[in-house]
Structure formats: C-alpha cells, structure tokens
C-alpha cells in the first residue's frame, strides 16, 4: 500500500509519501480500503510531536471505506460494508486497520467523503453541544472560527437546539459562510469580547473556542457570570498557565478542556453520536462544507493550507 509516513516529529516537510507492507487486522480489528480520510489538527500535533507517538508513525485516524478483511473474533462487521471510523489507525493510506468496536456502518446514500469530512468533527460538535455544555433554547453561544470545518458544525448544532449564535471570523468571504450555516451575528477577532457584551448585554453562556493562546482570555472575558468555556483546541498554540483565581474574578466562571475519547467511551455512546451526526448529513439537516480534496501524495499542502489558515470547511486526503 501507499502511505505517508512520519520518521521525525517537525513541520509539514517530514510527511514522506512512500510504500508500506499492507496491514493486517488482528483481534478485535477490522480492515478498509480507504475511500477518503479527514485531516484534522489532531494529525498537525501528532506530526509536530506535541501530542508524541512513537515513530515512525502513519498519521491520521479519521477515514471512511469499505471493510476487505476482518479478525478472528470480529462477528458484527463483514467485508463489503461500507464504514466510518475517528479511531482509525494510520489513516493516511490506501488501507487502513481500525478497532472493530470504533467503526460505524454509514447510512444508505451518504457518500464515504462527506462521512470523513464529518464524523470525527461532527462527534467533536455533538457532545461539545449536546453534552459538555448542553445548549438550550435562548442561550447565547460564540463559536471561534465559525467559517472552519469545526466552526460550520458547531454552529448548526447550536441553532439546531435553539441558541443565538455569535461567531467570529478573519475574513468577510468567511463571515458569508458562517452566515449561511446559521450565524445571528458575525464579528471579527479585534476587541471580540466587547462586541459580544454590547450584542448579549451581559455576555454568552458558552463559548466553544478551539483556537486557544490567542483568543483564550478574550474567551473569558466574553462570558456572563457562571458561563462556560469550552477549550476543545489550540490552533493558535496551547495556553499558557494561569491562575485559577481568574475565573472567580470573571465571576464564578467555568473551564473545561475536553476531549472526543472521554465523550465517546462505550460504543453505546459511540453509536448514538453517529447515528445522529451521519443521519442528519444523510438527510440534509446537517451540511458538511468540503473545502479541498488532495491527492494523499499531497500531504505537505494540506497541512500547510490548514495551518495557514486558508481554508473553509473540510480537507479530504483520497487515494
């Protein structure tokens, strides 16, 4: 198989595209020929080595494809079904393994690049919306980087339960975009948290912000008393240490830094979160923005365009 591999932690020019024995599924694993595979900040960290693993490393575990091959003791997946996984391992490859019980089955009629463009996000949006802090009818929300593929979703599934949504943006091509997916109110990044207090009065009762170092104290500064803040990324680089006392200050604030594993433990929860997020795509309620496809040889570009920030929606690497 093809694959692109990652010998020494750095920038993008440590993605090698090279060939690699093909896997072969083990216990409890099953294997896919990839159809399409999410790039996602995750895999930035992974190759930076902020988020070390032990090299070489294939990078990647967001995929969609169809099962060829299945372990001894895996029962309830066959070859020929067509599945999604965020777990993948090694995504970034013509064939992929993945842990039989983080697969999920796509629904009739949703295309395998539409379900990598949005099954790791659009778990990541789900139980930031639905569970971390549960959004309810008349609440206030900013969503950072509305216009991103994250922001896009966080944004529909806000509205979808009934919330006022503020999101910030760099550029009036993305402020039409965050719009579209559903944005009340769309500003810029300077002097953001006294734009939210004169739109909301007193401020939001939840921020969803996977920017990090940058908008990190803004973040907090733009919440009312007893608001949430949500730091589910760093794209911007990780956040300093700080006192806690802060949070008292802002009034009795809360700060939580979740993550998808914690939110998708059993394959019961797994499942419920799929079948939402991948039955909305399927049905339209839900729209997935794919900004770009790359050949997977093209590795580099993707992650020079993501992390220079010069895209809107999802990057896909195909085969």
């Keep these: 198989m093809r694959a ?170 993305k402020e039409k975009l965050a719009r579209q997916a559903g944005a009340d109110e769309v500003i810029g990044y300077e002097g953001f948290p006294e734009a939210v207090k004169e739109i909301t009065g007193s401020g939001v009762h939840v921020v969803y912000d996977g920017v990090g170092a940058a908008t990190f104290e803004g973040s907090l500064a733009s919440l009312r008393p007893r608001g949430m803040m949500a730091l589910y990324g760093a794209a911007s680089g990780p956040v300093p240490p700080f006192d806690p006392q802060r949070l008292n200050a802002g009034g009795s604030l809360f700060l939580t830094r979740p993550t998808l594993g914690h939110y998708t433990a059993t394959r019961e929860e797994l499942l419920s979160r799929a079948d939402d997020v991948l039955g909305w795509v399927a049905s339209g309620a839900l729209k997935v923005r794919v900004s770009e496809r790359y050949p997977l040889a093209e590795a580099r570009r993707a992650h020079d365009d993501l992390e220079g920030r010069r895209t809107t929606g999802k990057l896909l690497l195909v085969p």
């Design 4 to 173: 692109i591999v990652v010998s020494a932690y750095g920038d993008s020019s440590v993605l090698e595209y090279a060939e690699r024995p093909d896997p072969v599924p083990g216990p409890g694993q099953v294997l896919i020929e990839v159809a399409a595979t999410g790039v996602n900040f995750i895999d930035v960290y992974h190759r930076e080595g902020r988020y070390p693993l032990p090299l070489p490393l294939v990078p990647g575990s967001e995929a969609a494809g169809t099962v060829t091959a299945v372990g001894p003791d895996v029962t309830d997946v066959v070859p020929g079904d067509r599945v999604a996984s965020a777990s993948a391992i090694g995504a970034y490859a013509t064939k992929a393994l993945i842990p039989a019980d983080r697969v999920v089955r796509l629904p009739d009629g949703l295309s395998p690049d539409l379900a990598a463009a949005v099954l790791l996000q659009g778990l990541t949006a789900h139980y930031l919306t639905h569970s971390t802090y549960a959004v309810r009818t008349g609440d206030d929300v900013l969503v950072h980087a509305a216009a991103g593929g994250m922001g896009l979703l966080l944004v529909q599934m806000a509205k979808l339960r009934g919330a006022r949504v503020i999101g910030t943006v760099s550029s009036p091509e």
